[in-house]
């Protein structure tokens, strides 16, 4: 009796190897890697003459808008800041949040958008194609930088909330001719087999033409790492630095914006060699175990005439550990990580985080107003 149990247990066992195994080298076989470079597709493109150009000294409004796949709106926790979900509970909830992201870009009417964390026909957003949905609300060219394509994300581990098949990407829209789009991969990765279903970490350089210039505006969306030791940041941020260094070396103007998963510095202060981090009040650490966005490098940007364009007084992230508390607000973790960093010939007229209380997404978006200086 006992060798039949032991026959039977060995079985089992055998099994769940073999299909362990077999859905690891499945995910190794369809892993996702992209070129280092890669010239992507810009869809509605305007016409390339010169009423479609950027224009100097003229205010040109930028939104950047983390939009969490539609999917990490204020009743939502996330199992990697600390909850326990991985998607929403209903196609419906989903597409309230398309909605809502939707009306709030109509309405900032942003000359370009930078937008991440968007989903195309993936599981955990329950199939919905969020970049065309976005695409026919704004009509304006579009392209797509993919970083998250995976065939199965078996996490978390609870049927019902694994995540699946995921396809999703930082989006880049603007109401100009664009010259060219591409996907720049950035430098640094997750150890073998976690790396099979984490993201490829990516900017997107777009250039436009500027009338009465030969000098390009340079637009690049990012999205950098967040669940790292902050060693993956600081690889990301080195590459992104050579290529604003490149560009501004060139007399072209620059513009980079998104969610950096850093502190911005006027939300931080760092003395000494780092030693000491100190918080703004409203986005000080509320639990030492909570997810930290390290602060951002300041002295760099500022010695090389970089700016920063960031609004503190309105959170741009809120912590996913549990659903949004709108009746106690101490019950809430907050951060600044979503802005722009331009460089020295523009101007910035304007920088604003928009209050959406959470409503669609754990970030809010930030809106920026800029002129490039002749």
């Known amino acids: 009796m006992i060798k039949k149990i032991l026959k039977i247990l060995l079985l089992l066992i055998s099994v769940v190897l073999v299909f362990a195994i077999g859905f690891v080298l499945t995910l190794q076989v369809t892993e996702y890697n992209p070129e280092d470079s890669i010239e992507l597709t810009i869809e509605n493109n305007l016409s390339d003459v010169e009423s479609s150009y950027v224009t100097l000294d003229t205010t040109i409004r930028v939104l950047t808008f983390n939009t969490g796949y539609a999917s990490l709106s204020e009743t939502e926790d996330f199992v990697m800041d600390g909850g326990v979900k991985g998607r929403m509970d209903s196609l419906e909830e989903v597409e309230a949040n398309i909605d809502g992201i939707t009306d709030i870009m109509t309405s900032s009417n942003a000359d370009i958008y930078l937008l991440q964390e968007v989903d195309q026909i993936s599981d955990r957003s329950y199939d919905t194609d969020q970049y065309s949905i976005y695409q026919d609300a704004l009509q304006m060219p579009i392209t797509i930088g993919y970083n998250y394509r995976v065939l199965f994300v078996p996490f978390p581990f609870e049927l019902g909330q694994m995540m699946g098949n995921v396809n999703s990407g ?129 002295d760099w940007f500022l010695d090389n005439g970089f700016q920063f364009g960031v609004d503190i007084t309105t959170p741009t992230c809120r912590l996913l550990n549990r659903p949004l508390d709108l009746v106690n607000e101490d019950n809430n973790q907050y951060y600044v990580i979503d802005g722009f960093i331009v460089s020295s010939n523009i101007t910035i007229e304007l920088v604003q985080t928009l209050d959406e209380g959470f409503q669609y997404s754990d970030h809010n978006p930030v809106l920026i107003e800029i002129r490039l200086i002749p």
């Open 170 to 298: 930082i989006v880049t829209m603007a109401n100009y001719h664009v010259d060219s789009a591409t996907r720049v991969q950035l430098p640094g990765s997750f150890s073998w087999p976690l790396r099979l279903a984490n993201l490829k970490r990516c900017i997107v350089v777009s250039r436009f033409s500027i009338q009465g210039s030969d000098k390009e505006f340079i637009v690049i969306n990012a999205h950098l790492s967040a669940y790292d030791d902050g060693t993956m940041r600081l690889q990301e941020m080195e590459a992104v630095k050579s290529i604003l260094t490149e560009e501004t070396n060139q007399g072209n103007y620059v513009l980079l914006g998104g969610d950096f998963n850093q502190t911005f510095p006027d939300a931080v202060e760092v003395t000494g060699s780092g030693d000491s981090i100190a918080y703004d009040y409203h986005y000080s650490l509320k639990d030492p175990l909570y997810w930290q966005a390290f602060p951002m490098e300041e």
